[in-house]
C-alpha cells in the first residue's frame, strides 16, 4: 500500500520549508533552542484544536465557535481555582465536562434540527465570548495563586528533564522500529507486499532523526516541554481515531457522500455528534493550553483561534466541504501558521500587519485547493 | 381543427452514438404543423437522447443525420438556438425557482425594465394575461413553491409559450399529475393545436396518448419502427410495436428448488411525505431462500420507493408488516436493515453507492467495518485489506489495487465495487435496483452469474429492472407494479412481454388521489 506523494502534499512541505529557510535568514535568533522551544509550546495548542477542527471538517462541518470556547472554558477554569478556591484538577475536570456537553448539544442541534453548523457555531462564538467575559468579569485573572505551580499552570511551562528526555526519546525509537517490524510481519503474515529492508530501515533512521535531533534541541534549552508530550498524544489518538475506527471512517464517508453513507449503513447524526463533543473535549484542553501559556485568563485569549484552526486544517489539505484531510497535514498546516506567527514576531512586525498577512495566507493557501483540486478534476 | 399537412420539421436518419451504446440508430420522423405527435417506447428506446438532440443540449455535429425545420437544416449549437428556432422543452423535472411568484417566473431572464429598473406592473398584468389565455384560474402572486406539482407543471408550460414557441416538446409530463392535473394539461394542449402550436408527447401512459394524438411514432432499442394514425390504431397495436423485439442477450439463470420464505411483506401502504402523495397500495408478496424475485413496471410506478421503503430509507409507513428471517422488521434506518441481513445496491450507484473520492478499499468494507473489530472498536487493517481483497478478486474488478479511487473507475467496475459492499454485509437478502444500468455487456454477465450463485447459497435476490429481457431472464417470478399497485404477478417463462406491459398500465388513472 504504498501510497503516492501528490502535488498538493509536496507544495505544502515545499512551503513550510521555505518559509523556515526565510526566517532564519533574516532572524538568527528563529533557529535558537530557546525559539524554537516557545515555537514548540505554541505549536501544541494550536495543532492540537487544529486536530479538533479537523473532525468536524471532515463530515462537513465547521466550527466557528472554538476560540470564543476555550478562551471561556479557560477563564470558568481560572475563576474556580481562584476566585472559588478549588483545586486545580477538579477545576478542569467540571470544565472538561462543561465544554463537552454544550459541543454535544451543538452537535445535536445540527444533527437533529438540520441547523447549519455555520450559523449554531456563530451564534456560539459570541454567545461563549459574552458568557466568558461575564464570568471573569472582564479581569485578568491567574492561572495560580502566587507562584505556587499547580497542574493548569504546569501544562506549558513544565519540561522534562534532559535525561527523561533521551529515555523517551529512546524508548520512542525502539516503538518506532517495534512498529515497523510488526507492520512488515503481518503483512507478510497475510502475503502483502512487504517493503524491502533497506526501506524500512531508512524509515526507521529519518523517525530516530528527528526524534534525537529534536531531544538534542530542546535539551540545550529547559528540556522537552510537557505540551510537547501532549501535543504527541492527542495526535495520535486522532490519528487512530479518524483511520483506525469505524467513527472515523464514518466521518469520511459523510463528507464525501452522506446520501451514500446512509444508504451503508452509517449512523450519521450520532457520529456528527460524536465529532462535536470530542471537539468540545479538545477545546477545553486548548483552553487550557492557552490560559497556561498566558499565565492568566484574560478577556483577549482565545481571540481569533478558530481562524487559525481553520486555517491550518485548510492549508494543510483538508477540504472544506468534507471527505478530504488527515493528521500529518494538518500538523504541518499548524507548524506554517505557528511559523509565520513567531517569525514575524521576531521580527518585530507590529499586529496589525500579523493580521493581514495571516489573513493573506488563508486565502492563498484556499486558493491554491481550488486550483489544484480543480487541475485534478479535468 | 385537423393538421394541415406542412411538414414543419423533419428528422432525418438520426444516430447518436455513446461510447458502447448506439442511442439512436437512424431515426426518422416529421412533425405536421398543428398536429399533437406522441412518441412512445420503453425505457431506453431513445426518447429522451432524441428530445436532447432537438434541444440542443446534444449540439450539431455529436450526432450523424439531419433535423430540418420549415426545410431548411437546423444547426443548433447549443439550447439557445434551439428556442430562437421556436422549439421549447418541458422536462419531467421542473425548472422553475421555488420561492419566486408566478410571475415573476415567468418573466425571469426576460424582465421588461424602465431605465434598468423592472416594471412589475407589466410583469404581473402580462402574466394575468397569459394565465387567463390558458384558461388557468391562478394568481400571478403566488409563489410557486405552495402550488401542487401540477399546476408547477402547467406554470411551466405557460412560461414556454410566452416566448411565442411554435414547437412544443413534453417529457413525460403527466408522471407526477393527479387525475384532474391531467385532464387540465391535456386540455391545454388540445387547446394549444387550435391555435396551431405543434406538440411532442411523450408518454407510457397509452390511455393519454390515444386521448391528444393525431400521430403516434414509435421508437424500439433507438429505433424508429413506425408511425401510426392515431385514429386508425389501437393499444394493442403500439404495445406490440414497442415490444417486438427478439431476445438476443443471453441470461444464464439457474433456477433453484426455492426453501422457506426469507422475506415476508404483507399489506404495505406507504406515504411520501414530502410530495404528499400515497406512493404505495397494499403491497404483498414473498420472496423465498434461493430465489430471484423480479420487480417491472414503468417509471414512476413505486419499485425503487418499494425497496427503498422496506430497507428503511424512504417514505412513512402507514400499515402493513415486514417480516425477514422470520422476525419482524420496521426498519427505520439502513443501518438496522443491514444489521438483520438485508441489503440493498441503488439504482444511481454514484449519488447513493459511493463515495466516489475514497479508495475501492474503502468503498467495499464501509457497510461492513464492524466485523473487523479488535479490542472492540479499532479496525484491525490487515484482516479488512484481506477480506477487500477478496471480495476484489472474485467480483474481477479491473482496477490497479484497492488503493485506486473509484472515481476513476468504469461503470461497470463501480458497479462491481457496490456489490462487493452489499455482498461483505452477509446480506440473506440483497435487492439489486437497475443492477446493470450502465454497464458493458460483460460486466452485465458477471452480474448475472453473480446473482446465480447467490440463490445457489440460499439467498434471495430482489431484481428491480426497467429492461424487460433482462426481467424475464433473470427472474423466478415477476411482480409487475403499476402507479403503487400490484398490477400482476407471473413466473418464469409463463408472461409475454405485451401481458405484463398491460400489467404495468392497469392501474393508469385510477384511483390515483
New interface residues.
Partial sequence: ?T?KISLRDFSMVAGLLLIWIFFSMVEPNFLSSRNLTMMAIRLSFTAILAFGMLLVLLPGQIDLSVGSGAGMIGGITCVLIINQGWGAGSSMLVALLIAIGLWALMGALIAFQRIPAFIITLGGMLVYRGLFWRVIESKTIPVQHGDQANLLSMLTTEYLSKGLGYVLAGILSILVLLAIIKGNR??A??G?EVDPWHISFLKFFIATQVIFLFAINMNQYQGIPLAIIILCIVGFLIY?ITT???FG?YL??IG??V?????????VNRVIIGAFALLGAIVALTGFMAASYQGSSSTTVGNLMELDAIAACVIGGTSLVG??GNVLGVLVGSLIMVTLLNGMELMSINEMDQMVARGLVLIMAVWLDVFLSRKKAR | MSSSHKIILQVDRLTKTFPGVRALNQVSFDLREGEVHSLCGENGAGKSTLIKCLSGIWTHGSYDGTIKIDGKEAVFNGVSDSEHAGIAVIYQELALVKEMTIAENIFLGNEPTVAGIIDWNIVFSETRKLLDRYGLKLDPASVVGDLGVGQQQLVEIVKALSKNRKILLLDEPTAALTETEVEILLNIIWDLRKKGITCVYISHKLDEVFAISDRITILRDGESVTTLEASASNKHEVIKHMVGREITQLFPRRPTTPGKPLLEVTNLNVYDDQNDKKILHDISFEVKAGEVLGFGGLMGAGRTELIMHIFGAYGRRMNGNVMLNGKSLDATTPAKSIASGLMLVSEDRKRYGLILDQSIGFNQSLASLGSFLTLGMFIDGNREVKKNWEFFKSLRVKAPGLDSVVGGLSGGNQQKVVIAKALMTGPSVIFLDEPTRGIDVGAKQEVYELMNLLTDSGKAVVLVSSEMPELMGMSDRMIILSEGHIGGEFKRGEAEQHNMLEAAMKFHGKGNA
Fill in positions: 500500500m501510497k503481518q503483512r503474515k497475510h502483502f487512530v483506525h475506527t469505524p471512517r469520511y464517508a464525501g457522500n446520501e451514500a453513507a446512509v444508504l451503508s449503513g452509517v449512523p471527505g478530504r
